[in-house]
């Protein structure tokens, strides 16, 4: 039908490197702190102990930010998937011992 020409070789970024999907990227930042937004516009900051393909989140020293302005400090805490925005690797300034 058509010549090959090569063209399963390419990646979709045409960057030449190996390409990083979502799945990759939330396995690297396990262990890491993050941020979550959830639907509600409250963010929840602190340490990505796990996840599930459904977006079910576990978090550690976790902090709870609504308008921008810290309303509750958790352990632990499980967040639901549905009512995950969105997950972000957070340049938390971390002050030891606290």
Request: hydrophobic share 30%; net charge positive; aromatic share 8%.
């Amino acid at each position: 039908m058509s010549s090959g020409g090569g063209g399963s070789e390419k990646s979709g970024a045409g960057s030449g490197g190996p390409v990083k999907t979502p799945s990759d990227f939330l396995k690297s930042i396990r262990g890491r702190p993050v941020v979550v937004k959830l639907n509600s516009g409250v963010d929840y900051r602190g340490v990505l102990a796990c996840l599930d393909g459904y977006m079910n989140i576990a978090m550690e020293q976790t902090e709870e930010y609504v308008n921008g302005q810290l309303k509750n400090k958790y352990g632990d805490a499980f967040i639901r998937g549905n009512n995950v925005l969105y997950i972000s690797t957070s340049k938390r300034t971390v002050e030891d011992g606290a």
